[in-house]
Each structure stands twice: as structure tokens, then as C-alpha cells.
């Protein structure tokens, strides 16, 4: 029996991407293969950090590196850094910012669900407007930190390019620290922020790179700003103490790392056109049924996938009852729904579903076109 069924868990097909409530990716059997060996060691955990930092730096071609446990966390260990450097005492008075910058300006069009990680170890935002002169002027203001810059695709707002961003702020004095889980592919990516000035960014080893669902990588310009990273992150008491990654994790996503930067990006491509196709057959000759191809808004995760919508007095089902089908059915199907209520940048798309390619097993698109145009066409 399935391990999950044991628990009384069924498992699901996953057409709805590399989401977190549907556990993010499925790791390569060689990062499965290089936790199972770390899990059979001990280790200095302090020593492994900085060892697996050095490793993910060489591959990827920036300054440092710092292994941490989500993109969440890397953001919470990027902003304490920030705020208390390399002072252990420092770190552990976090979340208490008495006597340390504390502001982070970011822009309107930036905000989201996810800079709660930012709050979590002290900080407070400043939001403005995306214009260059009141950015300069935020800066200046007392107890700023730095910035915090995100780029996701629901992230659809005005906004300034991070290269304007980065000099202004560095003009001023200030790092600026970036939220890029989800902006791979393009591979480019992962060095991009860092050329474009970026002090530190972080990306999610659970999504494209395909790690544990329970990892990130934090990326920096400044070897002493990485390390500072590090005394705030466990095994050191700090507020990363609780987000802490464990061997298994570090090594995996390291190994998923060095498998990302060797892979045929191309024959990918190829792969997620190919089965876009297939659901687009299946269900772009229904009645009343709009789909199309789509691409990501933004710079990253730059895969094609389906978007569908349909007029509910034509197919006869709404939303809610077409998701609900599709997940209660055998297989469970999951997709994302993406309506005005999902992300307040989000509204100009309209009410659709999402399918995406690459978190389909071989041959999991037939199901999911079968199913998905059955029940459209069946009320």
C-alpha cells in the first residue's frame, strides 16, 4: 500500500504547479538518493553550511551562498541579516529591533502574502509608489534597513526594474534584498538579480529545481552579508533556529542544484509545449469552453501552460463545481484557480482555470484532458 494511503491520504495528479499546498515538486530519484546517504552521518552542522554555500556559489558563479530551509525562510534569514549582521547577540534579540534599522521599503506593486516573513523577524514596511525619486526619499528616511524587491507572477502592478532599483538604493547606502522563488526557467536566473545589483536573493529548491519541498537558496553579492545569513539561521540560536534545514535537506538541495545547471533546458521546452498541446485538443472544442496557451506574467517560471474559462449558463457547471469535481473524482485531479480574489495584481486575467505541464508524470496529461473535457461537457 502507498505510503500516504496507509494514513489515509490520497494522493492527487498535480496539473496545478509547483504550489506549496500540494507540496511543491517531485524530487529527482538522485536527490531522493543523496538524502538517504546524508541521513546516515553525522555532521557539524556549521561546517555543512558553509561547505554546501561554497559548493552552490562555485555552480552557480556568484560570490556566496547560504543554504537555508524555504524561500519563506530565506527571506526572514535575508531581512535579519540585514538587521543584525554578524552579531550573535545581535540575532538573538530579533524579533526585538531596539537600537537597529528595522524599515523596509518596498513597492505597492511588490506586496503580497508572502513578505509576512519580513514582519516575522521585526521588520516593518514602507510601501510607495513605483517612482524613482520617492524610493530616494523612503531611503533616507530614519531606521530604513533596505529594500525588498519581489518578482512573482502575480505581481502584475507598476513597477521599477531592479537595476534602477539597486542604484538608487545603493546610492543611498542601503542593500536590497529580493524574493525570486518561483523565477526559474530561464537557468539565467539565478545569476541575473546578482548581475542586476541584487545584494541578496532567494529561491525556492522545491519548485523547478526540483529539491526538497523544504529547502531554498539564498544567493549573495557580499561573502560577509552571506555569512551573516548564516549566524542568523539555525544550527545558532536566532530566528532562523526554527526554520532550519536539516543535512538531508542541504545536501539534497545541492544535488538538485548541480542536476538543474546540467539539464537539456531545450528538450524541457519541448516536453511542456507537447503536452500543452494535448489538453488544449481536448478541450478547446467545447461549447461555451475558451483555452489557450499562456505564459507566466514577468521574467520567470517560464512555462507554457492552459488556461481555461468557460460561460457557466452554457457548460452548465461554475468554478467551484468544476475544481471540486475534477479533485473528489479517481484520480484526483488538482488545478489552479486563479480569480480576483487570489491576488489583488491578479484582476485583469478573469476567472480561469490553470493547468500546468510539468508537474505531470509521463502520461498524466491524456488523464487530465480526458477528465477535465468530460466533465465540462457533462453538467
Same mark, same amino acid.
Given at each position: 500500500?502507498?505510503?500516504?494511503?496507509e494514513l489515509?491520504v490520497?494522493?492527487?495528479?498535480? @496539473?496545478?504547479?509547483?504550489?506549496t499546498?500540494?507540496?511543491?515538486?517531485?524530487?529527482?530519484?538522485?536527490?531522493?538518493?543523496?538524502?538517504?546517504?546524508?541521513?546516515?552521518?553525522? *555532521?557539524?552542522?556549521?561546517?555543512?553550511?558553509?561547505?554546501?554555500g561554497?559548493?552552490?556559489?562555485? =555552480?552557480?558563479g556568484?560570490?556566496?551562498?547560504?543554504?537555508?530551509?524555504?524561500?519563506t525562510?530565506?527571506?526572514?534569514?535575508?531581512?535579519?541579516?540585514?538587521?543584525?549582521?554578524n552579531?550573535?547577540?545581535?540575532?538573538?534579540?530579533?524579533?526585538?529591533?531596539?537600537g537597529?534599522?528595522?524599515?523596509? $521599503?518596498?513597492?505597492?506593486?511588490?506586496?503580497?502574502?508572502?513578505d509576512?516573513?519580513?514582519? +516575522?523577524?521585526?521588520?516593518?514596511? *514602507?510601501?510607495?509608489?513605483?517612482?524613482?525619486e520617492?524610493?530616494r526619499q523612503? +531611503?533616507?528616511?530614519?531606521?530604513?534597513?533596505g529594500?525588498?524587491?519581489t518578482?512573482?507572477w502575480?505581481?502584475?502592478?507598476?513597477?521599477? /526594474?531592479l537595476?534602477?532599483v539597486?542604484a538608487i538604493a %545603493?546610492?543611498?547606502g542601503? /542593500? $536590497?534584498?529580493?524574493?525570486?522563488?518561483?523565477?526559474?526557467? /530561464?537557468?539565467e %536566473?539565478?545569476?541575473?538579480f546578482i548581475?542586476?545589483?541584487?545584494?541578496l *536573493?532567494?529561491?525556492?529548491?522545491?519548485?523547478a +529545481?526540483?529539491g /526538497?519541498q523544504?529547502?531554498?537558496?539564498?544567493?549573495g553579492?557580499?561573502?560577509v552579508?552571506v555569512?551573516?545569513?548564516? *549566524?542568523?539561521?539555525? !544550527?545558532?540560536m536566532s530566528?532562523?533556529?526554527?526554520?532550519?534545514?536539516?543535512?538531508e535537506e542541504?545536501?539534497?538541495?545541492?544535488?538538485?542544484?548541480?542536476?538543474?545547471l546540467?539539464?537539456?533546458?531545450a528538450?524541457?521546452q519541448?516536453?511542456?509545449e507537447?503536452?500543452?498541446? $494535448?489538453?488544449?485538443?481536448?478541450?478547446g472544442?467545447?461549447?461555451?469552453?475558451?483555452?489557450?496557451?499562456?505564459?507566466p506574467?514577468?521574467?520567470?517560471?517560464?512555462? !507554457?501552460?492552459v488556461? #481555461?474559462?468557460?460561460e457557466?449558463?452554457v457548460v452548465?457547471m461554475?468554478?467551484?463545481?468544476?475544481?471540486?469535481?475534477?479533485?473528489?473524482?479517481? !484520480?484526483?485531479?488538482?488545478?489552479?484557480?486563479?480569480?480576483?480574489?487570489?491576488?489583488?495584481?491578479?484582476?485583469?486575467?478573469g476567472?480561469?482555470?490553470? =493547468?500546468h505541464?510539468?508537474?505531470?508524470?509521463?502520461?498524466?496529461?491524456?488523464? #487530465?484532458? @480526458?477528465? +477535465?473535457?468530460a #466533465?465540462?461537457?457533462?453538467?
Amino acid at each position: 500500500m502507498d505510503v500516504y494511503q496507509e494514513l489515509g491520504v490520497e494522493p492527487i495528479i498535480n @496539473a496545478a504547479g509547483t504550489l506549496t499546498r500540494m507540496s511543491g515538486s517531485i524530487m529527482h530519484p538522485q536527490v531522493v538518493d543523496a538524502m538517504v546517504a546524508a541521513s546516515k552521518h553525522f *555532521v557539524m552542522m556549521n561546517e555543512l553550511h558553509e561547505a554546501a554555500g561554497r559548493r552552490v556559489a562555485e =555552480l552557480i558563479g556568484v560570490p556566496a551562498a547560504h543554504v537555508c530551509a524555504c524561500a519563506t525562510a530565506g527571506i526572514a534569514i535575508m531581512a535579519a541579516a540585514v538587521m543584525a549582521g554578524n552579531d550573535p547577540l545581535r540575532a538573538r534579540q530579533l524579533p526585538d529591533t531596539d537600537g537597529m534599522a528595522d524599515g523596509w $521599503v518596498a513597492l505597492e506593486a511588490h506586496r503580497n502574502p508572502f513578505d509576512q516573513a519580513v514582519r +516575522l523577524v521585526g521588520g516593518r514596511f *514602507v510601501g510607495i509608489e513605483s517612482d524613482a525619486e520617492k524610493l530616494r526619499q523612503a +531611503l533616507a528616511g530614519d531606521r530604513i534597513a533596505g529594500v525588498f524587491f519581489t518578482f512573482s507572477w502575480f505581481n502584475t502592478g507598476t513597477t521599477l /526594474p531592479l537595476s534602477q532599483v539597486t542604484a538608487i538604493a %545603493h546610492e543611498m547606502g542601503k /542593500p $536590497v534584498i529580493v524574493d525570486a522563488a518561483a523565477e526559474i526557467p /530561464p537557468v539565467e %536566473h539565478l545569476r541575473r538579480f546578482i548581475d542586476e545589483g541584487a545584494d541578496l *536573493v532567494t529561491f525556492s529548491g522545491g519548485k523547478a +529545481l526540483c529539491g /526538497p519541498q523544504a529547502s531554498s537558496v539564498i544567493l549573495g553579492a557580499d561573502p560577509v552579508l552571506v555569512a551573516a545569513c548564516a *549566524v542568523n539561521d539555525g !544550527p545558532n540560536m536566532s530566528v532562523g533556529r526554527g526554520m532550519k534545514a536539516g543535512k538531508e535537506e542541504i545536501m539534497g538541495v545541492v544535488k538538485a542544484i548541480e542536476l538543474y545547471l546540467s539539464r537539456d533546458h531545450a528538450a524541457d521546452q519541448t516536453l511542456w509545449e507537447d503536452r500543452v498541446s $494535448v489538453l488544449l485538443t481536448a478541450v478547446g472544442q467545447i461549447d461555451g469552453v475558451e483555452a489557450w496557451r499562456q505564459m507566466p506574467h514577468g521574467l520567470g517560471q517560464q512555462i !507554457p501552460h492552459v488556461a #481555461v474559462r468557460w460561460e457557466v449558463a452554457v457548460v452548465g457547471m461554475s468554478y467551484a463545481e468544476v475544481i471540486e469535481e475534477l479533485l473528489q473524482g479517481s !484520480p484526483r485531479i488538482a488545478v489552479q484557480f486563479i480569480n480576483e480574489a487570489v491576488y489583488r495584481f491578479a484582476r485583469d486575467t478573469g476567472p480561469q482555470i490553470r =493547468l500546468h505541464p510539468h508537474t505531470l508524470a509521463e502520461g498524466e496529461e491524456n488523464v #487530465v484532458a @480526458a477528465r +477535465l473535457a468530460a #466533465v465540462l461537457s457533462t453538467p
